[in-house]
């Protein structure tokens, strides 16, 4: 699935199909990196961060899942976008380890918007 995702060229159909996956996907990491490699080659922040804040609301999301989406969060250009997906995931981080608040804490400070910056922080204090 993902080999062929992967040719796809359009974001919204890349997206679609994607989220549609997310469903039937297990915690093998060698699926995650798949399915993450695809997630970086969509263009659309939009789009990006509707993969991601997705794949966030699986019931049993484990860590390397969560890394996953705070590593691929990086790469999303929108303030808005970025503060939305990390916000997604403050729960769980917020419960969680000290790498991975570490690992948060980084990906918030891609975000270029003072006020977005600031309510990602928020959302794990």
């Known amino acids: 699935l993902y080999e062929t995702t992967k040719r796809i060229s359009s974001s919204t159909e890349m997206s679609s199909v994607l989220r549609a996956s997310i469903p039937y996907m297990n915690d093998d990491p060698k699926v995650l990196d798949a399915y993450f490699a695809c997630t970086k080659l969509v263009s659309s922040d939009t789009e990006k961060g509707r ?9 049993d999301i484990d860590r390397y899942a969560i890394s996953g989406i705070l590593h691929t969060a990086q790469r999303i250009s929108s303030s808005t976008e970025a503060g939305s997906v990390l916000r997604s995931v403050a729960p ?5 380890d000290k ?5 948060y804490m980084e990906s918030a400070k891609t975000i270029s918007s003072s006020s977005e910056f600031r309510r990602a922080i928020d959302a794990i204090m």
């Not at 993969?51 to 019931?59: E, N, S």
């Not at 769980?92 to 969680?96: D, S």
């Not at 790498?99 to 690992?103: F, G, Q, V």
Request: charged share 35%.
């Open 99 to 103: 790498d991975l608040k570490d690992l």
């Open 51 to 59: 993969i991601l804040r997705q794949l966030a609301a699986k019931d």
């Open 92 to 96: 769980m981080v917020k419960n969680g």
